[in-house]
């Protein structure tokens, strides 16, 4: 041969394929909600020994990239709060303290000014997540192109429209009129769940899913004993969902996030993102509900849960957009 080539480095190439392959088996793991109008019919799995029937988090969306926020969720006799543990300002969820900051500022300015701040405050909005185990009734494989049964166990990733649907279907509710269903995961008097997506249009014209048509079908049997056992058995620990990043990862997004768009003048926010260190004290009886800040500890180790919700299901995507206006 009169040229010279350079030869495939192998050990880069099965590094690549081994990445690709672990994604997808992650995204694997979520129910995929039609791109259009469109339902998913599933059944929710009953609860794991000593563990929570579904699992709760709150997702900061900085551009293309989420962060979990570690603000824990504490049970109070006047409600549920997102509260800092520690009730130290410097143990604080950096991004918690700016979107905080900037709704105080807003208070204090008007017109366009006061929007723009507002706007700026809404991008880092916590939204919450809700993780559930589950079994889709029926899908299509998108590499075989078959229609699969049963298929299972699956996360659900639903925001508060679902949630609240199911929630008030167990518990009934007077003001919505839903009757009260009970134990809806039961392996014999259970119900599947029809996810039903519209897609409509809202101020502007922007299209944006609802789900608020999203019921309970009639009772039916989860399955036969084998395939329960075997679905109980290798259903997913929903709490290992939440993988938190360090507060130093959260303050450098934050700094790339409103850097860019501020001309790289952050140190305003940095330094109210990173207060001085007072005195630990005890957490209060009720939180106060102006200021809900907690800690982010831990490393992630594998593509965050949060992005391939995105993916899996726009309900989140489009959440942020509804409330970024």
């Known amino acids: ?4 080539f350079q030869d495939i480095n192998m050990s880069e190439i099965s590094q690549e394929a081994s990445a690709i392959n672990k994604d997808s088996n992650v995204m694997d793991m979520f129910v995929k ?11 929710f799995l009953p609860p794991m020994k000593e563990k929570p029937l579904f699992s709760v988090t709150r997702i900061h969306r900085l551009g293309n990239r989420s962060f979990h926020c570690a603000r824990t969720r504490k049970h109070f006799p006047n409600g549920i709060y997102w509260v800092n543990a520690s009730n130290n300002p410097a143990d604080d969820c950096p991004i918690c303290q700016e979107y905080s900051r900037l709704w105080k500022v ?18 880092i909005k916590p939204i919450e997540r809700y993780y559930w185990n589950v079994i889709v009734r029926q899908q299509v494989n998108t590499k075989t192109g078959q229609v699969e049964k049963n298929v299972g166990p699956k996360i659900l990733s639903c925001g508060k429209t679902l949630q609240s649907i199911v929630l008030e279907s167990i518990n009934g509710s007077e003001l919505t009129g839903r009757p009260k269903l009970g134990n ?12 039903i997506k519209k897609i409509v249009k809202g101020s502007g ?38 993988q938190y990043r ?5 303050i450098e997004a934050l700094r790339e996030h409103f850097g860019s768009k501020s001309g790289g003048n952050t140190a305003q926010w940095e330094e109210s993102a990173q207060p001085a260190r007072p005195a630990a004290r005890p957490t209060p009886a009720n939180p106060p509900v102006a200021h809900e800040i907690s800690d982010m500890g831990g490393k992630n180790t ?19 957009n509804r409330i970024t206006g």
Do not use: C
């Not at 899996?312 to 995507?317: A, I, L, N, R, Y």
């Open 1 to 4: 041969m009169s040229y010279e």
């Open 33 to 43: 909600m039609p791109e259009k109008d469109g339902f998913v019919l599933l059944r």
């Open 106 to 123: 807003s208070n204090n300015q008007s017109g366009e000014q006061q929007s723009r701040t507002q706007a700026q405050a809404r991008e």
């Open 184 to 195: 809806i995961t039961h392996p014999v008097s259970g119900r599947d769940f029809r996810i």
């Open 205 to 242: 014209g922007q299209e944006y899913p609802k789900y608020d048509q999203s019921r309970f079908e009639d009772p039916s049997n989860l399955g036969e004993d084998d395939q329960i056992k075997a679905w109980l058995d290798a259903m997913h620990d929903l709490e290992a969902l939440k």
């Open 246 to 250: 360090p507060r130093t990862e959260l």
């Open 302 to 320: 594998q593509p965050a849960v949060d992005d391939i919700d995105s993916m899996m299901d726009d309900d989140f995507v489009n959440a942020v």
